[in-house]
């Protein structure tokens, strides 16, 4: 692997770990203030694309790093909806 390619993964890796410290916290507390459903469907939309297009250039770190990216980013959906649902 080249710089670039570290580089890639590197971001990567980044991007996808960003939004675990706020599914751990909501899965913790079981409850879910505040969350931008824009932001996470527009979020969602991104990833979805970046996979695409990871998906055509036949790039498994763009591929892998934005899948997991938008697991998580289901994840906050699923127990943001969850918990919401039973504090109410």
Do not use: H
Request: contains cysteine.
């Amino acid at each position: 692997m080249n710089i670039e390619s570290y580089v890639g993964v590197a971001a990567g890796i980044c991007t996808s770990v960003s939004l675990l410290p706020q599914l751990i916290k909501i899965i913790r507390e079981k409850k879910a203030d505040n969350i931008s459903w824009v932001m996470l469907f527009i979020l969602i939309g991104g990833l979805g694309l970046w996979v695409w297009y990871g998906i055509i250039k036949n790039d498994l770190p763009i591929i892998i790093t934005n899948s997991f990216s938008l697991l998580v980013n289901f994840l906050i959906i699923y127990f943001t909806y969850r918990y919401k649902s039973s504090n109410n």
